[in-house]
């Protein structure tokens, strides 16, 4: 087993990267293999079996299942829809708390997602258990980040008792003069070792960890280091640990609170044997129930079992032969240009690798070209190809854009179609996953997925601040907006039921530009359409749209004749993605425009902003810029 540790803060000095290195410990006494990644281009070197993504700010990026852990209290990720976003992306879920999970459920309570949740926690690897000093014992807490200033007042006055020793970031620990004893490596070591040096470690969380009942690292690194622990209340360490740690009562004002740690750190310094045997019985229960060795082992029948659910595998549980026969046959279409055959050959690739066999290509080569004949015969044993000439469209006898996909589109003769823009990749779970929703639900004529999106990296001062991979479909009531602007990325990720296409929709409507968004709209025009809450298609825009950018009139005659031809059509609204209230939405488009501006001046010198500023004028002409 090979697993990829997704940290979204990788190279700096946060909790995560002493959490990421005890998970590869872990993953080693288990004789798995483990590497610590930042960014997509890691995930995708590394090849893993699954991937571990450490925080809610980051939604999976890759085609590798990808399970989000959930250790933050929820109140914190409602702050943004896009933390929301990004962990509906994610495959499965590795939750510390059972509110979480019916936060979970609710979240995707009406979607077709199937997921699995499992219990996880920020703990530790497997430790031998080793005596702490008990002889003249110190109060140790390790905190990182933000720790510092959260109980300042309470640290200020265990500083003024001489009994405090605290590690983490300089810059937390700036007011303590004398308690602050300095940085500790992330190695998975270090830390344990200073909190049982010091015999006793300090646990504390925020009132909204406490209120939902999510532990924090705390507790499993303090109990696994042998120390015994002092507790604030918290309903989890009270359930599992009961009686062998102690409690302090932080609903104590502050003086009584000091009193009550220098009692137990009296106690334990005048009861030395009591505190071993509590100290052994919680290191007991750590070792029994939430080592990340038993935590990691326990996922595996899980993996496994989401793996055929999802669609990431195969599943044979019928001849291969019988298997084919009972599933609905799929086309997909695809308009290719020698000008990019190796993006070409890299969706052939993707399509090659579906998990779901009863499937073809419909090729539209409007080029002719030997190269991509040749390219054509090297995929004929690997997939069923019917390679189409696109027909002459209207008196002036000259092909249109839309004249290549409405052949595409009038030879279909399968159950559900598709098509792939060429910069398009699909992976292997993709037509399994849009497959599943059509044959389940019978009242959806179309469902999508959630596409990743491939774009320049961005750098600010020679460093890499932007990964390459983002999440690209936009939800929204709107449906335009909910489209995209630029390269019709729901386009490349949806089925749909060959019946919606009736006479009309076979009719060529001569576009050059546009076309894609046309057929889309049509399409939605027909149906209900759903989205399956699963990131399982690829996008690369830096290759998804021509070298040549239209000039200002052909963009204006296609916005015209669009306008026209749905003016009588009546487009159903999308169900709101929204989850909170009106306001809520208002400051997070503040937040998105402060984003936006900093890519603006780049974006202006490119090929892409003509385009760009078309589209927005074909939403005003078609009067699409408020709510359907």
Not at 574 to 585: C, I, K, L, P
Request: charged letters at 20%; proline letters at 3%.
């Amino acid at each position: 087993m090979r697993i990829a540790i997704q940290n979204t803060y990788y190279g700096k000095q946060f909790a995560e990267a002493e959490l990421s290195r005890r998970l590869a410990l872990a993953a080693m006494n288990l004789g798995w293999d483990a590497v610590e990644v930042g960014s997509s281009d890691a995930i995708n070197q590394c090849h893993p079996d699954f991937v571990l993504n450490l925080h809610f700010r980051s939604p999976k990026l890759t085609r590798y299942p990808t399970y989000g852990c959930l250790w933050n209290p929820t109140v914190l990720i409602e702050t943004d829809d896009r933390f929301i976003r990004n962990i509906l992306s994610y495959d499965a879920y590795l939750s510390s708390s059972k509110k979480t999970d019916l936060w979970l459920a609710d979240q995707l309570y009406n979607t077709p997602k199937r997921y699995f949740i499992a219990s996880f926690f920020t703990s530790t690897n497997q430790t031998v258990y080793r005596a702490p000093n008990l002889q003249s014992p110190r109060l140790a807490y390790v905190g990182t980040n933000w720790d510092g200033e959260r109980f300042k007042s309470l640290f200020l006055a265990l500083e003024k008792e001489g009994i405090l020793e605290t590690y983490g970031s300089s810059s937390s620990w700036s007011y303590l003069k004398t308690a602050y004893k300095g940085t500790l490596p992330f190695d998975g070591i270090s830390v344990l070792n200073a909190i049982n040096a010091a015999g006793v470690g300090l646990c504390l969380h925020r009132q909204e960890h406490t209120q939902e009942g999510i532990p924090s690292m705390r507790i499993f690194e303090i109990v696994a280091s042998g120390a015994i622990a002092i507790c604030g209340e918290h309903p989890f360490i009270r359930d599992q640990f009961s009686d062998t740690v102690l409690y302090l009562d932080t609903h104590l004002n502050l003086v009584d609170q000091v009193t009550q740690i220098a009692e137990h750190l009296r106690w334990v310094s005048t009861h030395p044997q009591t505190a071993l045997e509590m100290s052994q019985a919680a290191h007991h229960i750590f070792t029994e129930k939430f080592t990340l060795e038993k935590l990691l082992s326990n996922l595996q029948d899980q993996h496994q079992q989401l793996l055929e659910t999802k669609g990431f595998v195969q599943h044979y549980s019928l001849p291969q032969t019988h298997q084919l026969s009972q599933k609905p046959s799929v086309q997909l279409i695809l308009r290719i240009q020698k000008s990019n055959l190796s993006q070409f050959k890299k969706t052939l690739d993707s399509i090659q690798k579906q998990t779901y066999q009863n499937l073809s290509i419909l090729i539209v080569d409007n080029e002719k070209s030997e190269e991509i004949s040749s390219t054509l015969k090297d995929y004929q044993d690997k997939l069923t190809i019917h390679v189409i000439q696109p027909e002459i469209s209207g008196f002036s006898r000259c092909v249109f854009r839309s004249s290549e996909l409405w052949s595409g589109i009038r030879a279909v003769s399968a159950e559900y179609f598709g098509v792939l823009d060429q910069a398009s990749i699909i992976y292997p779970n993709h037509i399994h996953t849009l497959v599943s929703i059509l044959e389940r639900f019978k009242h959806i004529g179309m469902a999508y997925s959630e596409v990743i999106e491939l774009s320049e990296k961005e750098v600010i001062d020679s460093v890499e601040v932007f990964d390459q991979a983002s999440l690209a479909t936009v939800q929204s009531s709107n449906l335009f907006n909910w489209l995209g602007c630029l390269h019709f990325i729901t386009v490349s990720s949806f089925l749909a039921r060959s019946s919606l296409i009736d006479e009309f929709l076979l009719q060529d409507p001569q576009l050059n530009y546009w076309d894609d968004f046309f057929l889309w709209l049509n399409l939605r025009a027909r149906c209900n359409v759903m989205f399956s809450y699963e990131a399982t298609c690829e996008i690369d825009s830096r290759n998804s749209v021509s070298a040549e950018a239209p000039c200002s009139e052909e963009l204006n005659v296609a916005i015209q004749r669009i306008q026209t031809m749905m003016q009588d059509r009546k487009l159903p609204t999308m169900s709101s993605f929204a989850y909170h209230s009106v306001q809520t939405r208002l400051q997070q488009t503040q937040i998105e425009l402060q984003h936006a501006q900093q890519r603006i001046a780049a974006m202006e010198s490119s090929k892409f902003w003509l385009i760009r500023k078309h589209w927005l004028k074909l939403k005003r002409a078609l009067g699409l810029t408020r709510e359907l």
